[in-house]
DNA sequence: TATCTATATGCATAATAGTGCATATAGATA
DNA sequence: TATCTATATGCACTATTATGCATATAGATA
């Protein structure tokens, strides 16, 4: 069942949820100790990202392990695409961009808040 | 004054007047038509889009022309950006294309607008 | 001036969404 | 078996949000 994928990102609390992910599978209490709010909470916005595709879930044990999916972000990307015209006069700063982060491959894993 | 960028997406009457907008500038009653709501709630719509830096307007007669800000996009694309190494085999493909496409003099470079 | 058109806003309402508490479920371990 | 841990869910409550109706505002035109 496919929610809406805006929607899904609309609330601050499940964006820092996502955020938390981007550094690999997490088990829930984790997530509930970055989000802030009580575990019933945490597992309800799992489950609203899980609808929307953003995560899937492993057992492992009695926990259960969540990670993120590309589908969403690929969407996202796609939608954002046809709003490229607005701030994209060149392909070639894109090309220079990736040129750049060729070079130094090692940027982004794992960082940032 | 800066609201939520994807709470300002999540509606999806919001996103359907985002999307009529890519035509360019367009007065209410046009977006009125597209919407499929009353007049009134497009117009708070337009507001909570151009409090979040969607949208800008221009005083045109009697009417108000609204026109698309890329800001918001770009904001949107930094975001994402953090989440590209999950597809980026494809991203990989990508930039191959381009450092291809770069590479032979057939490009066209320099074609600003 | 009065009046018409286009858009914005106050108000009420209904639907939705986020939250915590208590409890249910599932798996592990004694 | 009983019990402990990790996660999910039913319920009630509250806050927020989208909406339409009526009206206000602003500009145009007679």
Sequence with gaps: MHIDTFQALADPTRR???EALRRGE???GALVDQAGI?????S?????LNDA????????????????RPEP????????????????????????????????PNTQRGRRT
Tied chains: 1, 2.
Excluded: C, N
Aim: aromatic share 12%.
């Design 53 to 68: 595709g953003f995560v899937s879930v492993r057992p492992d044990g009695q926990r259960r392990l969540y990670s993120l």
């Design 16 to 18: 820092r949820i996502v």
């Design 73 to 104: 972000f690929r969407e996202l990307d796609a939608w954002l695409a046809a709003y490229r015209g607005l701030w994209e006069r060149r392909f070639d700063r894109f090309a220079a961009a990736l040129e750049k982060r060729r070079q130094s």
């Design 26 to 28: 997490t088990e829930v």
């Design 38 to 42: 009580h575990q019933s909470g945490v």
């Design 44 to 48: 309800r916005h799992l489950r609203i």
